[in-house]
């Protein structure tokens, strides 16, 4: 199960840079189900998601060079290109932002930045070990607007959209 909540970003935090990134390209096979395969770095999946805005179905399973290569010849639409970094966000400078119930848990931003033709689109993701949570949280203020009920922001109907 997957459940985030998604972001506009009102600010790019100052050091980004010293976040770890991860290259990332995805493609979907379909959209409804959702099926898409991904490369982030020199990893390869193939990935199912369910129906849903803030929680869904999630499964992942692994693929090679090969067969992603393979699959990425037959993707519908646009390949989704991004540099995703990895900000944590429940330390102690961030801690003011938090309800109670989102202490202790780790969390991190996912932190996307899109490439063409999607540029200069940066969105913001949580992901979250349970629905309370979820709604608890109270993001950093450099976050802007929660996007999470708008299916636009989803990748899979971005992949659909003319350029």
Avoid at 37 to 42: G, L, M, P, S
Avoid at 47 to 52: A, I, L, P, R, V
Avoid at 77 to 89: A, V
Wanted: charged share 30%; aromatic share 12%; hydrophobic share 35%.
């Amino acid at each position: 199960m997957e459940i985030e909540r998604k972001f506009l970003i009102k600010k790019i935090p100052e050091n980004l840079s010293s976040f770890p990134c991860l290259i990332i390209e995805q493609a979907y096979l379909c959209t409804s189900p959702v099926v898409r395969i991904r490369r982030q770095e020199e990893e390869y999946y193939l990935t199912y998601k369910g129906k849903g805005l803030m929680a869904r179905e999630e499964y992942n399973l692994p693929l090679n060079r090969d067969a992603y290569l393979h699959l990425l010849s037959k993707a519908d639409g646009n390949i989704i290109s991004k540099k995703r970094y990895l900000i944590p966000i429940d330390k102690p400078a961030f801690r003011e932002s938090f309800p109670c119930p989102a202490e202790g848990l780790n969390l991190t931003l996912e932190l996307d930045v899109f490439d063409a033709p999607f540029a200069p689109l940066i969105l913001g993701e949580v992901e979250f070990p349970d629905i309370e949570t979820a709604k608890a949280f109270l993001p950093p203020s450099w976050l802007g607007e929660d996007v999470t009920d708008d299916p636009e922001y989803h990748n899979s109907t971005m992949s659909k959209k003319p350029f």
